[in-house]
T-cell receptor, first 112, second 113 residues
Framework: ELKVEQNPLFLSMQEGKNYTIYCNYS?????LYWYRQDPGKSLESLFV?????AVKQEGRLMASLDTKARLSTLHITAAVHDLSATYFC????????????FGQGTRLTINP | DTEVTQTPKHLVMGMTNKKSLKCEQH?????MYWYKQKAKKPPELMFV???????INESVPSRFSPECPNSSLLNLHLHALQPEDSALYLC????????????FGPGTRLTVT
């Protein structure tokens, strides 16, 4: 059974700082997704990582995938308050149709 | 149109009621999904439809009954729910082949009394 673990689960940081969220998964997969969720809202797709070594960047966020280590990272550069949200990674368990298994989520709070 | 819509936004129902949740997309996606999300938890997959056929049922209790009448519409019929079924129910869709990300609707917040 595929398990997906994120750490840290809670992250409080100051504006302007850099930090990294880690996503580990237990079985082979080369499809990993990052989503953002604001309180009381739905999920917004951030990145789709489909191969070993994939790196995607959008603004202050950069995501990478190492399929050999079964690890993805979401790096935040020079954080701003607007990035405060819960971030989920999700791995495709690939049972024919797409079956996403989500990590527990990282609740990120960025303080001025 | 890059949107998944869900109705209603909020639903309060008693344990003996029958109600339905509706999800619609007009992006031409042929895979649609139902998720359940409890507070401060990740979404949990309930059902997957691919080309209007049920392809994954994650051992969901029979009081939840999905239906996909056509490629744009997905329903979740609810009957005899329990208070622990109170949650945010999210619908999502994606293109097929399912390499691409899923697009999520705004969700229906369900309270069972």
């Amino acid at each position: 059974e595929l398990k997906v673990e994120q750490n840290p689960l809670f992250l409080s940081m100051q504006e302007g700082k850099n930090y990294t969220i880690y996503c580990n998964y237990s079985t082979t997969s080369d499809r990993l997704y990052w989503y953002r969720q604001d309180p009381g809202k739905s999920l917004e797709s951030l990145f789709v990582l489909l191969s070993n070594g994939a790196v995607k960047q959008e603004g202050r966020l950069m995501a990478s995938l190492d399929t050999k280590a079964r690890l993805s990272t979401l790096h935040i550069t020079a954080a701003v308050h607007d990035l405060s949200a819960t971030y989920f990674c999700a791995v495709d368990a690939r049972q024919g149709a797409q079956k996403l298994v989500f990590g527990q989520g990282t609740r990120l709070t960025i303080n001025p | 149109d890059t949107e998944v819509t869900q109705t209603p936004k909020h639903l309060v129902m008693g344990m003996t009621n029958k109600k339905s949740l509706k999800c619609e997309q007009h992006m031409g996606h042929r895979a649609m999904y139902w998720y359940k999300q409890k507070a401060k938890k990740p979404p949990e997959l309930m059902f997957v439809y691919s080309y209007e056929k049920l392809s994954i049922n994650e051992s969901v209790p029979s009081r939840f009954s999905p239906e996909c009448p056509n490629s744009s519409l997905l329903n979740l019929h609810l009957h005899a729910l329990q208070p622990e079924d109170s949650a945010l129910y999210l619908c999502a869709s994606s293109p097929v082949p399912t390499t691409y990300e899923q697009y999520f609707g705004p969700g229906t917040r369900l309270t069972v009394t």
